[in-house]
């Protein structure tokens, strides 16, 4: 793993609510994540058959506290979050 992909790992699991979603995106990208668009701002990410599903963040960046914590809750779940 990067320490690009290492970096926002320790703002999730910090639940740094000012983490900008393009680097949410490219971890699940990186962790080797399936990507389904959805419909408007929609996403879900396949990851080893288990599936998470977000608006994208609009008109802002940043994922935001809630966000963040359903990002942390996923990937505790998967293993890939101490």
Not at 41 to 58: I, N, Q, W
Not at 61 to 69: H, I, N, T, Y
Request: net charge positive; proline share 4%.
């Amino acid at each position: 793993m990067t320490r690009k992909h290492e970096k926002v790992l320790r703002q999730i699991a910090d639940g740094n609510p000012n983490l900008e979603w393009g680097k949410v995106e490219s971890l699940f990208l990186h962790l080797g994540a399936r990507v389904v668009e959805g419909r408007g701002s929609s996403v879900t990410f396949v990851l080893d058959g288990a599936k998470f599903t977000a608006h994208r963040p609009h008109p802002r960046r940043e994922c935001g506290r809630a966000l963040v914590r359903r990002v942390r809750a996923f990937l505790q779940a998967r293993g890939e979050l101490g």
